[in-house]
């Protein structure tokens, strides 16, 4: 009998001894995860693998059997926001309404523009050098945020003549002139504005 881990990969269980230091060194890859996201969204620069471990609490060692590469580790710090991103816009849907549901995705988008800030650098040499696929992060995003739409065009809570290149593009415009987190309030501003733009116009009361 198998199971499947926390990254999807099958692992054997029939012995608590065996799968124990599986599950540990999954979960030691998410915090290592978690702290260099979090690294990355406060830096102004490109921070060191040395940088990141330490904030983490561990030896270089440990974070570079994890992400052998600098490229490994913004890979995975990448993928893991698209993912959140992707199903976010689904796991918003099922418990908010579509137009609050925007709303919150749009944070998770700053959070992942303010993530690629601290390794912008090596991003783009990925992207360039074809190890990652830019237009299919960019269909991806699209089509999560046409999920939240076209709810909302169901709903009534969303205007129906608006489509996701318009929203994708804003949000771009807006984090790019107020990046988080140094100017969140200004561009939480934005968003709001942005929000009150997308709702339809409210039909006059019959006299």
Same mark, same amino acid.
């Given at each position: ?31 290592l ?37 600098? #490229? =490994?580790?913004?890979? *995975?710090?990448? $993928?893991?926001?698209?993912?959140? %991103? &992707?199903?976010?816009?689904?796991? /918003?849907? +099922? ?32 992207? #360039? =050098?074809?190890e990652? *696929?830019?237009? $299919?992060?960019?269909?991806?995003l %699209? &089509?999560?945020?046409?999920?939240? /739409?076209? +709810? ?56």
């Open positions: 009998m198998s199971d499947r881990n926390t990254n999807g990969a099958r692992s054997v269980s029939g012995e608590a001894g065996v799968r124990a230091p599986r599950a540990d060194a999954a979960r030691n890859r998410d915090q995860l978690a702290v260099a996201t979090r690294v990355f969204m406060s830096a102004d620069g490109e921070p060191s693998m040395r940088a990141i471990a330490r904030e983490a609490g561990v030896g270089i060692a440990t974070l570079y059997r994890h992400f052998p590469t600098r #490229e =490994s580790l913004v890979d *995975a710090v990448y $993928q893991d926001q698209i993912v959140r %991103l &992707t199903s976010g816009a689904r796991e /918003l849907l +099922a418990h908010l309404p579509p137009a609050e549901s925007m709303r919150r995705w749009m944070d998770l988008f700053g959070d992942w523009t303010a993530a690629k800030n601290g390794m912008l650098g090596t991003l783009r040499a990925m992207i #360039e =050098s074809g990652i *696929a830019h237009a $299919q992060t960019r269909a991806e %699209l &089509t999560a945020i046409t999920t939240i /739409l076209a +709810a909302g065009r169901t709903a009534g809570d969303l205007r129906s003549d608006i489509t996701a290149e318009d929203i994708a593009a804003s949000l771009i415009g807006i984090f790019t002139v107020f990046p988080r987190p140094e100017q969140e309030a200004r561009a939480d501003r934005l968003l709001n504005l942005l929000m009150d733009g997308l709702r339809p116009a409210a039909r006059p009361t019959p006299r």
